[in-house]
Every structure is written in structure tokens, then in C-alpha cells.
């Protein structure tokens, strides 16, 4: 799955996604593309927690779902 499908589907979602949901070969090709980057979570946007999460384009959290296939996504249907 080319990764311009996936950019395509987050800029026409209804609003912009705090984090999303990836298949693992999706994971390893945004990896491979220098998309994602760890960046430090904050509970509520105050508290260090302490742990860095992979991050797409440094604003959008990604949680690698082995139960995705692997070129799948799962944007948010809320925000």
C-alpha cells in the first residue's frame, strides 16, 4: 500500500486525528519512510509520563494493532 493512501484518508477525515491504528507492515514501511519519530507523552497535556510513543509526522500517535492487517488503518471515529 503506497503511504500517499494514507496521508490521502487522514486529510480528508472529518477532523484531525490525535492517533491512529496501523497494521505491522504499514508500521514497518511509515519506519522505513522516516515518518515516524518518538516523541514524549504528557497525561493530560501537564504530567510527564515518563514514556516516548511513536509519533507520524511528529502530531499523530500511531499504535502498531497486530489484529489490523498489515497494510490496514484505523482512523478514529471521534475526536
Known amino acids: 500500500m503506497p503511504l500517499s493512501i494514507l ?3 487522514i486529510a480528508s477525515h ?3 486525528p490525535k492517533g491512529i491504528k496501523v ?3 504499514l508500521w ?3 519506519v522505513a519512510a522516516g515518518r515516524i519519530k ?3 507523552g ?3 497535556s501537564v504530567i510527564d509520563s515518563g514514556i516516548d510513543f511513536p509519533v507520524l ?3 499523530i500517535f500511531v499504535h ?3 489484529e489490523l492487517g498489515d497494510f490496514t488503518y484505523e482512523l478514529p471515529k471521534n475526536s
Open 57 to 59: 509526522d511528529e502530531k
Open 14 to 16: 472529518p477532523f484531525c
Open 7 to 9: 496521508d490521502q484518508a
Open 64 to 66: 502498531v494493532a497486530p
Open 23 to 25: 497494521g505491522f507492515e
Open 42 to 44: 504528557y497525561l493530560e
Open 38 to 40: 518518538w516523541k514524549r
Open 28 to 30: 514497518k514501511s511509515l
